[in-house]
């Protein structure tokens, strides 16, 4: 990714559990968002969202 597409945000903890939750019920929750309409309700494939959530996690992991 290059730097103009990344942004710098403020959030508290809560801020990324919220987030953190809400990513992984879309992309692993038992009503989790079937592949082949991922990308047009989310606006990103999978495979990104599931990356995203993974830097939220070591994000919380930091600050716990």
Same mark, same amino acid.
């Given at each position: 990714m290059s730097s103009h597409n990344r942004l710098t @945000?403020?959030?508290t903890a809560d801020?990324? @559990?919220a987030i953190n939750n !809400?990513?992984?019920e879309v992309c692993h929750?038992?009503?989790a968002i079937p592949e082949w309409e991922f990308e047009t309700r989310m606006g990103l494939d999978r !495979?990104? !969202?599931e990356q995203t959530l993974g830097r939220i996690k070591i994000a919380l992991d930091q600050v716990r």
């Open positions: @945000v403020e959030m801020d990324l @559990v !809400a990513l992984n929750g038992p009503d !495979a990104t !969202a």
